[in-house]
């Protein structure tokens, strides 16, 4: 393999070796020359840490008296095709949680696909005999949810400990 000919083609093979895609001569040969060249070492360790950034939890889930509280471990959109779309979606439509509080501290934009999703949500949580409640909403996603009159649906606070008990009093 010709490793420093075509950068695309050495981006594509760091990828398949990382996830393990390569077939054995391929990666033999791929670890010879990357342990022995100290340019392709680098670009293959700094391609390893970004893969590793890149799936860190985007979203943390801990529980507060029954509650499932999840919050964006980062700067996040609730948008058609943002990762945080899947990444709650799956979270909340694939748990068995009845009680959940979402914070959306973090979260900088919904837009109709995120505004379905948490009312998917809230759905999913009703039908198991439970709740959905927010948390923490900026003001131009407090006032989205008004305009959009989701708020009447999803109740908001400011307080993480009187969200948690207003579940208790629901």
Same mark, same amino acid.
């Given at each position: 393999?010709?490793?420093?000919?075509?950068?695309?083609?050495?981006?594509?093979?760091?990828?398949?070796?990382?996830?393990?895609?390569?077939?054995?001569?391929?990666?033999?040969?791929?670890?010879?020359?990357?342990?022995?060249?100290?340019?392709?070492?680098? +670009?293959?360790?700094?391609?390893? =840490? /970004?893969?590793?950034?890149?799936?860190?939890? &985007? !979203? #943390?889930?801990?529980?507060? @008296?029954?509650?499932?509280?999840?919050?964006?471990?980062?700067?996040?959109?609730?948008?058609?095709?943002?990762?945080?779309?899947?990444?709650?979606?799956?979270?909340?439509? +694939?748990?068995?949680?009845?009680? =959940? /509080?979402?914070?959306?501290?973090?979260?900088? &934009? !919904? #837009?109709?696909?995120?505004? @379905?999703?948490?009312?998917?949500?809230?759905?999913?949580?009703?039908?198991?005999?439970?709740?959905?409640?927010?948390?923490?909403?900026?003001?131009?996603?407090?006032?989205?949810?008004?305009?959009?009159?989701?708020?009447?649906?999803?109740?908001?606070?400011?307080?993480?400990?009187?969200?948690?008990?207003?579940?208790?009093?629901?």
């Amino acid at each position: 393999m010709l490793f420093h000919d075509e950068a695309l083609l050495r981006e594509e093979i760091i990828a398949k070796y990382l996830r393990r895609q390569l077939d054995a001569t391929s990666t033999e040969e791929f670890e010879s020359h990357y342990l022995t060249c100290d340019e392709c070492f680098e +670009e293959l360790r700094l391609s390893q =840490v /970004l893969l590793e950034g890149l799936a860190q939890p &985007r !979203i #943390d889930r801990r529980y507060s @008296g029954g509650v499932a509280v999840l919050q964006f471990t980062r700067s996040a959109q609730l948008t058609r095709r943002s990762a945080e779309f899947t990444v709650l979606s799956q979270s909340i439509l +694939e748990q068995k949680d009845t009680k =959940v /509080l979402i914070d959306l501290s973090r979260v900088s &934009r !919904i #837009d109709s696909a995120g505004l @379905g999703l948490l009312m998917s949500c809230y759905s999913h949580a009703v039908r198991n005999q439970g709740g959905l409640k927010l948390l923490n909403p900026n003001s131009a996603i407090r006032e989205l949810l008004h305009v959009t009159r989701i708020d009447a649906v999803l109740e908001t606070y400011t307080d993480e400990q009187e969200a948690v008990q207003s579940f208790r009093q629901s």
